[in-house]
């Protein structure tokens, strides 16, 4: 089974930068498609972005395209999530999750998640 850690997240300014990251230590890893998503307190989770196996291609939420780019690295067994111009509604957990087939899921696998909050 693939285990994934998300890390990255913590307390910004509205404008800020962050980058977030999803990894794990098998290198079977590299052969998941790979979503990210977030949950604000009291909400319900919602879609950011994937990105398939190989990385030649990426799925964002109209919302956020342009603001959030998802990215991946197979020499690290990571995927990224760089977030820019935060601003306090991007204030939630995030997730990562891996499935096999399924580029848009249902994800067979999801980290912990990690906080990310942003103040004004």
């Known amino acids: 089974q693939v285990q994934l850690v998300e890390s990255g997240g913590g307390v910004v300014q509205a404008g800020d930068s962050l980058r977030l990251s999803c990894s794990a230590s098998?290198?079977?890893?590299?052969?998941?498609?790979v979503g990210w998503y977030r949950q604000a307190p009291g909400k319900e989770r919602t879609f950011i972005a994937a990105?398939?196996?190989?990385?030649?291609?990426?799925y964002y939420t109209q919302s956020l395209k342009g603001r959030f780019t998802v990215s991946r690295d197979s020499a690290k067994n990571a995927v990224y999530l760089q977030m820019t111009s935060l601003g306090p509604e991007d204030t939630a957990d995030y997730f990562c999750?891996?499935?096999?087939?399924?580029?848009?899921?249902?994800?067979?696998?999801w980290g912990q998640g990690t906080r990310v909050t942003v103040s004004s």
């Open positions: 990105i398939n196996y190989s990385g030649t291609s990426t």
């Open positions: 098998e290198r079977t890893f590299n052969t998941y498609h």
């Open positions: 999750a891996a499935d096999r087939h399924n580029v848009a899921g249902p994800y067979d696998y």
